[in-house]
């Protein structure tokens, strides 16, 4: 079934096919998606509150563009998703111990298909994305309150994005990210509130810098190739 064109439109801008900055018309998303323009009002509608479109230019009629990326916007995302996942985190200390130590078999196993997922030859990013995911969504399933989750899910398009970026330019190293996993699962498995909160919050916060740091690589080797 294809998808509506709402996710088509928010896939191809999470892929890079609508690349950051690039123009988006009405006129030209409903050739693309091939649909009429009256659902692309509402698609462009939606994308420009998610922060994935943005208002380029002023007076009457700004124009619409893709909204860009960049190193500052990716620490401050992840700061975000970390302190919100962080705080539910910390709820780890309120579960029972068998609901703890289910929670804690349940996280290794979503690790090891992340881990799988990151040496499969070639890599399938859809798969490591939604093994990574499912690694956190776990977590926040048992933790985080309806509140938080919400939170969450206005974040999700701006992170899946970076995702993209993420995987390719840090490359299949991803030692880090499967330490501070780590972390997270041993403090879920003793029922340490402030441990689990802090190991989710370094996740997060470590993986934006290493992103941000990377971009800003990209950034200046793009610049150089272009004098």
């Not at 977590?139 to 919400?150: F, Q, R, S």
Request: net charge positive; aromatic share 6%; proline share 6%.
């Amino acid at each position: 079934m294809p998808l509506d064109p709402y996710l088509r439109t928010r896939r191809l801008i999470v892929r890079g096919e609508l690349r950051p900055g690039e123009r988006v018309t009405e006129a030209a998303l409903a050739a693309l998606l091939g649909v009429s323009r009256t659902p692309v009002r509402e698609v462009m509608r939606k994308l420009l509150a998610e922060g994935l479109l943005v208002l380029d230019g002023g007076g009457e009629r700004p124009r619409v563009a893709v909204a860009p990326v960049g190193p500052a916007d990716v620490e401050e995302l992840y700061r975000a998703a970390g302190a919100l996942e962080g705080i539910a985190a910390r709820r780890v200390a309120m579960l029972t111990p068998a609901r703890r130590k289910a929670l804690a078999r349940e996280l290794r196993l979503r690790e090891r298909a992340f881990r799988a997922a990151a040496r499969a030859k070639p890599v399938d990013y859809d798969a490591l994305f939604a093994a990574h995911d499912a690694v956190h969504r776990a977590l926040m399933g048992a933790c985080a309150g309806p509140a938080t989750l919400a939170l969450l899910e206005t974040l999700r398009p701006r992170l899946d994005r970076y995702e993209w970026l993420y995987a390719p330019l840090i490359g299949p190293d991803f030692r880090a990210t499967y330490a501070e996993h780590a972390a997270i699962i041993r403090a879920v498995a003793s029922g340490e509130g402030v441990a689990c909160e802090r190991a989710v919050r370094r996740n997060w916060f470590a993986g934006g810098k290493r992103l941000a740091a990377a971009l800003r690589a990209t950034m200046r080797h793009e610049a150089g190739t272009t004098i």
